[in-house]
Each structure stands twice: as structure tokens, then as C-alpha cells.
């Protein structure tokens, strides 16, 4: 359990910190970014480690966590937690959102490079530009993966959802996971 750290002050938020805004365009795992700046880093990395230590046990249920992380938000205002469930939600959208338009980028990035090898342009420009294309697709690619096949934070994130509803239908009401 431990010290509690990276709490942040909730007290008075704006709306320009919602999920998408900050987040949006910047390369890894929105997970793992929202629950570093939920939990602070320290917690973060504990976290893990307790999910690697119980994945070995092949236990699926997580109470250390459930129970830090429930210790953690039970003390904070109504508003803040809607807010942070807001945060959520839109996190859980923008995940959404790069797996699912990453096979529409990726199936454009192909047919630019077969419409490039059936014309063949002269043009040096054409090759820095589908160098450039290059580039991006393979970010985008890393973006997929890391997003798409983060097991450890998305376990983590749904057992932060699941101790964001409790606390926000009923206050303590609800156990561990």
C-alpha cells in the first residue's frame, strides 16, 4: 500500500485538461499516460509490478489494487470523480479511435506506395515524400501495437473504471473485484 503520491489538486479543474486535450498526438500508451497522471508514477510502476508478480499466479482478480485505488479516490469530491470518470471515458474513446483508423491509414499508406511503384516517378521529391510516408505509417503502427497490445494497463484501467463507478453510483458501496 505505501505513501500515496502524485495525488494533484482536483479543487478547481478546467475543462481544456479533458481526456483528448494534452493526450491527443502524442506517441505510447494513453493508458499508461492517464494512469501515471492519475496515480502518479510511483504507483504506477507498483501496479504493474503486482500484475506481473499475479499474472505468474495466474489469478485474475487484483484487490491490492482495487484497494489502493479505491483508498485513493474515496476521499475526493463527487464532481471530481464525474470528472475523472469524464477523463476516463475519453481515454477509453481515443483508444478506440487509433485501432480503429489505424487498417484505414495503413490500407491508404499501401495504395499510395503501389500507385508510386505503378507510375514510377522521376522526380526525387516523390521519394523524399514516400520516405515521409514511411515514417509516419511505421508511428502509426507503433501507436497501434502499443495501444492495442497493452495487457497489463488495460487491466489496470478497467479496474480503475470499476472503483470509478462504485464510487460514483453509491459511494462505498462495493467490494474488490
Known sequence: ??????????????????ALAGMRGIMGN???RLVRREFGEENYARYCRYIFYETGKRRVHNPMIYEDMYRFLEGKDRQVLLFMKHRLDGVLLQAFVICRGYLLKLAAAFATFFMFWVIRPQQPVFGILLGILALGIGAKTY???????????????????????????GGKAGGSI
Open 1 to 18: 500500500m505505501g505513501n500515496m503520491i502524485g495525488r494533484g489538486n482536483f479543487g478547481n479543474f478546467d475543462e481544456k485538461y479533458c
Open 30 to 32: 494513453v493508458f499508461k
Open 143 to 169: 501507436e497501434y501495437v502499443v495501444n492495442k497490445y497493452s495487457y497489463v494497463d488495460a487491466r489496470i484501467i478497467l479496474i480503475y473504471k470499476n472503483v470509478l463507478d462504485t464510487l460514483c453510483i
